[in-house]
């Protein structure tokens, strides 16, 4: 079973359209698919920010938190029940924990870019966390 949350070039847009509206650290689109592996992928942009600034890092934060939740919330299949709680919070465990060392690595290289004017870590502008559906 393959779950897709969005697709297509309009769906994106409207998102992105939708996000950037509703908060500045929302601005860049947030991306979410399902390849085929009954896996979902999020995407989190922030190549718009510049991450040597602690506002920009605030900023990739509340993305990453907001593309985890809604990654959760497509991951997991389920009829409310008392053990929906307990598999949301294993997954937004699971998200972090690919989350945190992407966003180092990327502030990381923003700071060094921005004292040394040149990195040795390969740049990237995108968080990418990819979980498998849950069921119950």
Same mark, same amino acid.
């Given at each position: 079973?393959?779950?897709?949350?969005?697709?297509?070039?309009? &769906?994106a847009?409207? @998102?992105?359209?939708?996000l $950037?509206? #509703?908060?500045p650290? +929302?601005a860049?689109?947030?991306?979410? !698919? *399902?390849p &085929?592996?009954?896996? @979902?992928?999020?995407?989190? $942009?922030? #190549?718009?920010?510049? +991450?040597?600034?602690?506002?920009?890092? !605030? *900023?990739?934060?509340?993305?990453?938190?907001?593309?985890?939740?809604?990654?959760?919330?497509?991951?997991?299949?389920?009829?409310?029940?008392?053990?929906?709680g307990?598999?949301?919070?294993?997954?937004?465990?699971?998200?972090?924990?690919?989350?945190?060392?992407?966003?180092?690595?990327?502030?990381?290289?923003?700071?060094?870019?921005?004292?040394?004017?040149?990195?040795?870590?390969?740049?990237?502008?995108?968080?990418?966390?990819?979980l498998?559906?849950?069921?119950?």
């Amino acid at each position: 079973m393959t779950k897709l949350i969005s697709t297509g070039v309009g &769906a994106a847009c409207t @998102v992105a359209a939708a996000l $950037s509206l #509703a908060s500045p650290a +929302l601005a860049a689109p947030l991306v979410v !698919t *399902a390849p &085929a592996g009954d896996m @979902v992928v999020q995407k989190i $942009s922030f #190549a718009d920010l510049d +991450l040597a600034s602690a506002e920009a890092q !605030t *900023a990739l934060n509340s993305r990453v938190s907001y593309g985890i939740r809604r990654l959760c919330y497509a991951t997991t299949s389920f009829e409310r029940s008392p053990r929906s709680g307990i598999l949301l919070s294993h997954c937004r465990r699971a998200a972090w924990l690919q989350a945190r060392p992407q966003i180092s690595t990327a502030v990381g290289r923003a700071q060094m870019a921005a004292s040394t004017g040149h990195s040795s870590v390969a740049a990237a502008a995108v968080i990418t966390i990819s979980l498998p559906l849950m069921t119950h």
